[in-house]
């Protein structure tokens, strides 16, 4: 159980840093 929330745990974590580089990046696309 532990081992199935550490892999969701990280999984969040690196779609939250994508979102994050998206969201950095999308005011250079729009302005």
């Known amino acids: 159980m532990l081992v199935v929330e550490l892999i969701i745990f990280v ?7 994508i979102l ?6 999308l005011p250079s696309f729009k302005y």
């Open 11 to 17: 999984l969040i974590g690196r779609l939250n840093f």
């Open 20 to 25: 994050l580089q998206i969201f950095k990046f």
